[in-house]
């Protein structure tokens, strides 16, 4: 397992998901390996903060003010609100040992908090954490290994057990904490290291993937090129790189490819990450093709 993990930490230093690790040359079976986020890291948190926000938002149908706070004790909430703020809590949790490890401590945990303040039995908890398993089954490729369990009669985990041997990572969990609230916590650093360890630092689904769309061109395409990225950040609001030279670029989920032929043709290739296939198809076809992609994974539970 140790093997395994020194790999795709190198994977993640060479790819941009981790900045740096333990400077140990060899790693001791009883020590983690240290690590700091990288660029693609913190846009994985920033991706995917934003799609369990809105995941748990779309529950309340547009009835409810929703508020980002600094901290929970800046104002007193009021009924047919939700309000959301991040902060460190001990951990309540056995603590599992850790396959990657954020920083030196152990004891506590980063936590994004969301505090949904609703009218008296108005949520029913078992068929939300019904959804709420859905939602996390979205985004892993080892759908078989998040497991929900009602710890208590009032709380929901949803965990994710990497191996029969080992304590699972506990990644949300959902409390109702009497008649007028509920509580959802999202632990932060769990939740990144599992994102990372089920795609292999590779494979993230691509609502959470820092660049969506990469575009290849030549230098008679450039023009082309600079149109098609500005039409898919602009009017659909994909994330865009530019593919340089003979880089890898295998994370991004789409390759557009454009040649010379492309300007008489109007013809540009389209690679898939995942089925590795190429596709041809009209430039005038290409945006409207991928929005509809992707607004259908959004769709999606």
Known sequence: MLSQIQQLAQKGLTSGFLKSISSS?????????????????????????????????RNNFGRYNFLWLDSIDQINPTSNMTIAWQTKLSSNHSQPP?????????????????????PMNEINLIRLADERTRFWKKYFLRREKLECISSKSNQFDINYRFSEDTEPYYLETIQSNNDS??????????????????????????????????????????????????????????????????????????????NDDSLKNGLCSIWNRDTELNEQIHIKQVAKRLADYFKALDDFI
Not at 102 to 110: A, V
């Open 25 to 57: 040359s060899t790693i001791n079976d009883s020590l983690p390996l240290i690590f700091q986020y990288g660029p693609f890291t913190s846009n994985l948190f920033f991706n995917f903060r934003q799609e369990w926000v809105q995941s748990f938002l």
């Open 98 to 118: 850790l396959i990657l490890k954020h920083d030196n401590s152990i004891e506590n945990n980063d936590y994004l908090c969301i505090r949904y303040i609703k």
């Open 181 to 258: 609230s509920l509580d959802l916590l999202l632990n932060i650093n769990h939740t990144l290291i599992t994102l990372l360890i089920d795609c292999q630092m590779k494979n993230l689904h691509p609502l959470l993937t820092a660049h969506q769309i990469g575009i290849k061109s030549t230098l008679k395409s450039a023009e082309l090129s600079r149109y098609l990225s500005k039409l898919l950040t602009y009017k659909y609001h994909l994330r865009v790189l530019s593919l340089m030279n003979e880089e890898n670029y295998d994370y991004i989920p789409f390759h557009i490819i454009l």
